[in-house]
């Protein structure tokens, strides 16, 4: 789905644009601030999709736009086509950026840990390890580290510093020093070891080597790089899901004959034939045939709806009943599915990048200690300390500086917080994520698949005097297992479990609309409806018609069971509440969250629901758009709601949501949408992984407070020259060895009981 200018009646046009060069939230708030500059110009840019969603002025081009985009240092173009599966190249360009990153930090891994160990070991410094360690750090500090470099380089042309910059001027500071001891000094001389001396004093630096600082710090940072690049590779793959869920050909009625196509050659007005189990191509009109149709995918109705003659259906859903002939009304962009996959990407494109926590520090932290730096290099020279001892304690300021804890700080505790909820069936995409889950206060539960089970069950069974429960139910079981609808399915299987094995069917007819008639055992059977009897003038007694009200009332399919002209049953069928529903939402409860049942079903099933779960809120009869709705209104309210889902129905509103749980159970459109992903259809698991993703949040903060505070109280002894290089390799590896180890802790954690 290729977007492109769209007109609007204000005289205004919109366009989407795919921004590149983006490394943190900084840039793409540079983007926006430099478009939002111009004249009749709004623009909202998206780190995590890299998108920029610009409405401009009609007399503006999108050409203008690109070169302002690439005025900032960044590159711009209108989104290229959405290829369908199978067809080449639709993630080549993605994977092989993703690629390149894991081939940086492989080799940046395997050169900087025997650096980072022969500076760290006094004892396995041999003769002229230092020129082994220059050997390895080499390549890091160029090949493995010039994204920084690259990005570094952008910002200083722009008059820009981000953590990129820092990690940059660090890591080559540090190694420009290093060559600097090695050829001019005295560190490249046979037998030079740095020795590990628990003091502090000052020292002219000729001697010291810098390279496991560099090589160290690009290794770990790039860790954390690649941890969110691929997190950020899946953040469209929402879109691709719903456009894919639709079918892929079709069988179209030409000349009296039936011809295969693909669904895009599709023309309004085209009639196509859609046999039992197949997905309803677009959407459009029946003209021959009944059946039921399987809409819960994009409705979250649980129950299938009759259709016949005259009735519309929708793209994508399933048809779970008898041979249909339909009629396009809509095709292409202008179906249900695209106008849903539309809101997917709204949402997503409109969702605040969540800024991280190094880059909203280092916006004042990088600056400050450049300056620093430099303060340090004139200060020295000016009171006549020497070249030599200047340049030493500003590399200093620069090397004690170096977020090497920083670099751990967070993809550490991000993959040990995941490692730990993927054991548990929790899949988290990112540590964007981990920020919202500590603010939700409102969680909106879908029912279809999330609070229910998601299939129709054989819930109760009512007799009239002088008819047995088993001999009902083996009768009318018999009868609809012969037929393939929902809820035919639903009592067989019932029947099944309760009775044992079910007897022959003879003379089966299938009644669309109403039910199935036919004979087991010698007995002339009718399963349906209350008006599959009337029509066979067989009258429903008293007790049984208060018992299909009951039912009814209660949110239940009431099918009525006869034989031999007389009803003789009401079976209730009904998608069940999930046995671990009601305890999942006292724990919800118990995080200080507030439960509101949401659902495209009858407010009579909500409701029935929603006190078998114990919800007290309950939202009904809503499509999908308006799930959106309902998510916006309660952000409106001041709420941050989270949305708990599995159906392309919810896939928008998962979107839309300050935190999205998407059912592992449900669809790909809804698992790729949401932000955490529960593996098993247990809602339970939803308040484990809210848990669970507070704790790694609290261990990353932890983490990052560790690693600035080890900068800032260092800084001032680099400033002075009296930070040893030993003990600041040593304080430099210990901060690094208390973040993983803090990290680590999450491993412990244990869902509830």
Not at 109 to 119: C, I, N, R
Not at 457 to 469: I, N, Q, R
């Amino acid at each position: 789905m290729a977007l492109t200018t769209t007109g609007t009646t204000t005289g205004t046009a919109r366009v989407e644009l795919v921004i590149g060069g983006m490394t943190c939230a900084s840039c793409a708030a540079r983007v926006e601030k430099k478009l939002n500059r111009m004249d009749g110009v709004e623009a909202t840019v998206n780190y995590a999709t890299e998108k920029a969603e610009v409405t401009y002025r009609e007399d503006l081009t999108v050409a203008e736009l690109i070169a302002t985009v690439e005025a900032t240092g960044y590159t711009a173009a209108p989104p290229a086509p959405v290829r369908t599966e199978g067809e080449p190249g639709a993630t080549a360009e993605e994977d092989g950026e993703l690629r390149t990153l894991r081939e940086r930090l492989i080799t940046a891994t395997v050169l900087a840990v025997p650096v980072v160990v022969l500076a760290m070991v006094p004892a396995w410094q041999f003769d002229y390890w230092q020129w082994l360690s220059l050997t390895l750090a080499a390549p890091v500090v160029t090949y493995a580290a010039w994204p920084f470099h690259r990005a570094a380089f952008t910002n200083a042309r722009h008059g820009a510093a981000t953590m990129d910059t820092l990690i940059s001027v660090g890591t080559s500071a540090a190694f420009l020093w290093s060559l600097w001891a090695l050829f001019l000094g005295d560190a490249g001389m046979p037998g030079m070891t740095h020795a590990f001396e628990p003091t502090v004093a000052r020292g002219d630096g000729a001697g010291n080597i810098y390279l496991e600082a560099a090589a160290g710090v690009t290794a770990f940072v790039l860790a954390g790089r690649y941890v969110e690049a691929r997190s950020k590779r899946r953040a469209g793959a929402a879109l691709k899901a719903l456009l894919e869920l639709g079918a892929k050909e079709v069988t179209v009625l030409r000349d009296g004959r039936e011809v295969l196509i693909r669904t895009e050659e599709l023309a309004v007005g085209d009639r196509f034939a859609v046999r039992p189990g197949e997905k309803i191509a677009t959407d459009g009109t029946v003209v021959e045939g009944g059946s039921a149709v399987d809409a819960s995918m994009l409705t979250g109705e649980s129950v299938p709806v009759e259709v016949g003659v005259g009735d519309t259906v929708t793209g994508a859903t399933l048809n779970a009943g008898g041979r249909l002939v339909v009629e396009a009304s809509r095709v292409g962009a202008d179906t249900q599915l695209a106008r849903m996959a539309r809101l997917v990407e709204d949402a997503q494109n409109g969702k605040a990048a969540a800024q991280r926590l190094a880059d909203r520090i280092s916006a004042v932290f990088v600056p400050v200690v450049i300056v620093l730096a430099l303060a340090t290099l004139g200060v020295w020279l000016a009171t006549g300390a020497g070249l030599t001892a200047a340049f030493t304690a500003a590399v200093a300021v620069l090397i004690i500086a170096c977020p090497c804890a920083l670099g751990l700080a967070t993809p550490t505790a991000l993959m040990v917080g995941t490692g730990r909820g993927a054991q548990l069936g929790i899949l988290i995409k990112g540590p964007e994520v981990l920020e919202t889950t500590r603010k939700v206060d409102t969680v909106v539960l879908d029912k279809t698949g999330t609070v229910t089970t998601g299939r129709m069950t054989l819930l109760g069974t009512h007799t009239a005097d002088g008819t047995g429960e088993a001999e009902a139910l083996r009768l009318a079981g018999a009868l609809e297992s012969a037929s393939e609808h929902p809820i035919a399915r639903a009592v067989a299987a019932g029947a099944v479990e309760r009775t044992g094995g079910l007897p022959a069917v003879e003379d089966f007819v299938n009644v669309p609309g109403l039910g199935v008639r036919g004979v087991v055992e010698g007995h002339a059977v009718l399963v349906g409806r209350a008006r599959l009897l009337a029509g066979e003038a067989v009258p429903l007694p008293p007790e049984l018609e208060r018992a299909r009200a009951a039912a009814e009332a209660a949110g239940r399919t009431a099918v009525v069971v006869a034989w031999d002209g007389e009803a003789r049953a009401v079976l209730e069928v009904a998608d069940a509440v999930k046995k671990t529903s009601r305890e999942a939402v006292v724990r919800l409860r118990a995080l200080g969250l507030t439960p509101i049942l949401l659902t495209g079903d009858n407010t009579a099933v909500a409701r029935a629901v929603a006190a078998e779960a114990g919800i007290d809120e309950v939202i009904a009869e809503v499509m999908p758009q308006e799930k959106v709705d309902v998510v916006k209104r309660l952000q409106a309210e001041g709420r941050s709601v989270a949305m708990v889902g599995d159906g392309v129905n919810d896939a928008a509103a998962l979107a839309q949501a300050d935190l999205g749980l998407a059912m592992g159970t449900g669809t790909d459109a809804a698992i790729e949408a949401g932000d955490l992903t529960l593996v098993r259809g247990d809602l339970r698991v939803a308040a484990d992984a809210i848990r669970l993703s507070r704790r790694t949040l609290g261990t990353i903060r932890s983490n990052l407070f560790w690693a600035f505070a080890y900068n800032v109280a260092a800084l001032p002894l680099a400033a002075a020259g009296l930070l040893n290089p030993m003990i600041a390799g040593a304080a430099m590896a210990f901060s690094s060895v208390f973040v993983v180890g803090n990290s680590l802790r999450l491993r412990t954690f244990r869902a509830a009981d």
